[in-house]
């Protein structure tokens, strides 16, 4: 596959570096918090509803600073955000008692509501709109890249150091990130207009409110398994790193699909991309019901889960980013990001307590039903929605 790194400048490479390092040093946290609060004494629920406040609080920041990053400047943004998850790793480092994870739960939602829809908005601010899709391809791949690199090395220092040492280095990981966004030139999207018009522009977009049931799904699944999968494998009594490495693998299928994508997205357009990654993505999760202990069942699953999620994030933001006008960039990806908090929230407690009930098979497979479903809602909704805009 030949790669050409479309519409690349020295600020996107700088936004891409600060992206990298960010969703590190927040995946590789992620990926060790909800075993760390099961080993202090929490509960199979107990720890879903810890897991539940990282989006939780997320939902609160996240439309107000969109709302300021557009008047002010993605940039300040992002360099709070790393700045919040530094502190929250270090935090962790110091704390016994797994009542202090939901503190740290709170400043990572915090730093996700600072951070994540400032950093989509600023591809587009940085970079130039006519290669929107490979911008927003190769953020969506270091994301991805992240992954690879950051569960897998949180895994393997809790195993063969601890905790401890493992908060210190994504500490290190989160703090270089805002190093990386106080680089960036001072730039803002020129908004004009007061913050209840932009609001107002945005929620009146079909397609935006339309498109909002993808980061709702993928929001709630994605935090779910996280936490769930963390759960399954100590109550299977298997080393943290099962999960380092099967995060590996959905980062690297992962990687590969992103970058893909644009290819997909100017072959079959943006939306049958986007409903084949969700379905791609209901297939994996259906196998982890097939989970015993067996890693390679694991690793399937993550291979198309990865792929699926490589297909659906940087064609959703396409969407979304192409059909909004500049000056609201930074609101409109606070809106449609602010879905996935309230999906991984209201994911994370629901799905955690269909599995302390009924068991780990039942939440995938409640899954892989809402995944399909909002497959179909989407593909039929929004070829409505786009064509009646297009006028036809």
Request: net charge positive; proline share 2%; with cysteine.
């Amino acid at each position: 596959m030949e790669l050409k790194p479309k519409g690349l400048n020295g600020e996107v490479i700088l936004v891409i570096i600060s992206v990298f390092l960010y969703f590190t040093s927040l995946g590789g946290i992620g990926s060790i918090i909800s075993r760390f609060s099961r080993e202090l004494g929490a509960d199979t629920f107990e720890t879903g509803l810890i897991f539940s406040l990282g989006p939780f609080i997320g939902m609160f920041t996240r439309i107000p600073s969109g709302l300021m990053a557009d008047k002010y400047g993605s940039k300040y943004f992002m360099i709070f955000g790393g700045v919040m998850v530094t502190i929250s790793a270090l935090y962790a480092s110091t704390i016994s008692e797994y009542t202090g994870v939901y503190i740290v739960r709170v400043l990572q939602g915090i730093s996700m509501g600072l951070f994540i829809s400032a950093s989509i908005a600023a591809i587009s601010i940085y970079g130039y709109i006519k290669y929107l899709t490979h911008l927003l391809s190769y953020r969506a791949a270091v994301i991805s890249l992240s992954g690879l690199i950051g569960p897998l090395l949180t895994t393997y220092i809790v195993d063969h150091v601890g905790y401890r040492e493992a908060f210190y280095t994504m500490a290190l990981f989160g703090a270089v990130s805002a190093l990386s966004s106080y680089m960036l030139p001072h730039k803002k999207s020129g908004v004009e207009r007061g913050s209840g018009g932009r609001i107002l522009e945005v929620v009146s977009n079909r397609i935006v409110i339309t498109l909002l049931i993808l980061p709702l799904v993928n929001g709630g699944i994605f935090f779910a398994l996280n936490s769930l999968l963390q759960d399954h494998v100590y109550t299977l009594g298997q080393p943290s790193l099962v999960i380092g490495r099967m995060l590996f693998v959905v980062g690297l299928i992962g990687m590969v699909s992103r970058l893909y994508a644009v290819k997909l997205i100017d072959r079959i357009g943006s939306i049958n991309t986007l409903t084949t990654g969700i379905i791609v993505e209901a297939l994996g999760v259906s196998i982890l019901t097939l989970y015993d202990g067996a890693e390679i069942m694991l690793h399937l699953a993550a291979s198309l889960f990865g792929g699926g999620i490589g297909l659906t994030v940087p064609s959703g933001q396409y969407i979304l980013l192409s059909n909004v006008s500049e000056d609201t960039r930074n609101t409109a990806t606070a809106i449609y990001a602010s879905g996935f908090d309230v999906g991984g929230t209201l994911g994370v407690i629901g799905l955690s307590y269909v599995a302390s009930i009924y068991g780990f098979e039942a939440s995938y497979t409640v899954m892989a039903l809402i995944l399909a479903s909002s497959g179909s809602f989407l593909w039929i909704s929004l070829r409505r929605v786009c064509r009646s805009y297009s006028g036809g």
